[in-house]
């Protein structure tokens, strides 16, 4: 018996692939800032620091505000 390929079209994206990548972006960009702020207050500049560091729960609420508007929408229609 042959191999045969998966001739199965892609699948459409579905809202929970939507809110992992979604998630996943918005953990990044906060590890990145954490990352920033770390570098910073290590090379002497302690204010930029503080100010970076406050960025991280700013952009996890950010993230979790628009997570959960996305699936209220979802669920409304």
């Given at each position: 018996?042959?191999?045969a390929k998966n001739s199965s079209p892609a699948k459409p994206r579905t809202v929970a692939a939507t809110i992992n990548r979604?998630?996943?972006f918005i953990i990044a960009a906060a590890f990145i800032?954490?990352?920033?702020?770390v570098y910073l207050w290590?090379?002497?500049q302690?204010?930029?620091?503080?100010?970076v560091?406050?960025?991280?729960?700013?952009?996890?609420?950010?993230?979790?505000l628009i997570t959960a508007g996305y699936r209220m929408n979802?669920?409304?229609?």
């Open positions: 018996m042959a191999n979604a998630q996943v800032s954490f990352l920033l702020s290590f090379n002497g302690q204010q930029t620091a503080l100010f560091g406050l960025w991280v729960p700013s952009i996890l609420s950010l993230g979790a979802q669920t409304r229609d």
